[in-house]
């Protein structure tokens, strides 16, 4: 009996111990603590798994969120190296509690308010398509392409209280004369409209968000699509002003001319789109 009694005060002083964070010691000595992985809130996958897992001190172990379909990571809750990054460290000098939260996601997809061509050689005159030409340095015929999509205006309710995952611009190519080259997207500076002249063209961010490298490519009804998720997050977060984006060329040797669909298609499943996928912040 005595034993026993002995043996019980051992394992709650153990255990109270262990619950204000003193550390235990493991079979060299040294002291050993424990990390409590917490279920997820939402719906993913942690690494290490839920429960609790011992670490000798001083040690550091690797963390990793893995949402489910439809879902994404938000971030660590917990005394974590990088909240935000769905894989990230943690340094063990004491009992510690880590928690994942991830969200659910949803998709909106934007008409663009307007969408134009801006020619070198003529004035462009809006119709069903516009063009995106450009053959080498020295020619004659260069036209961009100009979409504003106005995401304000679209989501003035959701501006402040979402976070944006992604946000692709799709465009529905009509005719392709020829493509070799890199066909990029660029954000817009500066404000402009149906009447801006090649010589009026506003000021665009230098390096393209993202672009799309071609060889000898040719195709119709077929849709391009490029990652603008860094310009809409500066649209969102109010860092830039939202004049829209430009679609042209990115290097002095690139050749290529495409027909895309514009909004003034009778068919809407035809117009340009912005997709955003978005969170709201819990």
């Known amino acids: 009996m005595?034993?026993?009694?002995?043996?019980?005060y051992l394992v709650l002083a153990v255990l109270a111990l262990t619950s204000i964070g003193c550390p235990l010691l493991n079979g060299d000595g040294g002291a050993t603590y424990t990390l409590t992985m917490e279920e997820p809130t939402g719906h993913g996958t942690v690494t290490p798994s839920p429960g609790a897992h011992p670490y000798s001190a001083a040690a550091s172990a690797t963390l990793t969120a893995e949402p489910a379909p439809g879902w994404y990571f938000r971030h660590w809750e917990g005394n974590v190296e990088e909240k935000d990054e769905a894989q990230t460290e943690i340094y063990i000098d004491g009992n510690e509690t880590v928690r994942a939260v991830f969200v659910s996601s949803s998709t909106v997809v934007l008409r663009p308010a307007l969408d134009t061509a801006i020619a070198k050689s003529e004035q462009y005159e809006p119709h069903e398509f516009f063009w995106v030409e450009y053959w080498g340095e020295d020619a004659d015929w260069k036209t961009n392409g100009y979409l504003h999509f106005d995401v304000h205006y679209h989501l003035p309710e959701l501006a402040a209280d979402i976070v944006v995952h992604s946000a692709k611009l799709r465009l529905l190519i009509h005719t392709t004369e020829i493509a070799t080259g890199s066909v990029g997207v660029f954000q817009v500076l500066e404000p402009w409209d149906e009447d801006t002249t090649w010589d009026q063209r506003p000021v665009v961010f230098a390096n393209p968000s993202d672009s799309l490298e071609f060889e000898e490519f040719f195709a119709e009804d077929e849709w391009l699509e490029w990652d603008v998720t860094d310009i809409v997050h500066q649209w969102m977060n109010q860092e830039a002003e939202d004049y829209g984006v430009r679609v042209g060329h990115v290097f002095p040797d690139d050749f290529f001319g495409f027909e895309f669909w514009s909004s003034r298609s009778?068919?809407?499943?035809?117009?340009?789109?912005l997709v955003i996928r978005y969170s709201e912040i819990p």
């Open 2 to 8: 005595v034993k026993l009694r002995t043996l019980s």
């Open 266 to 273: 009778p068919d809407a499943a035809q117009h340009p789109q």
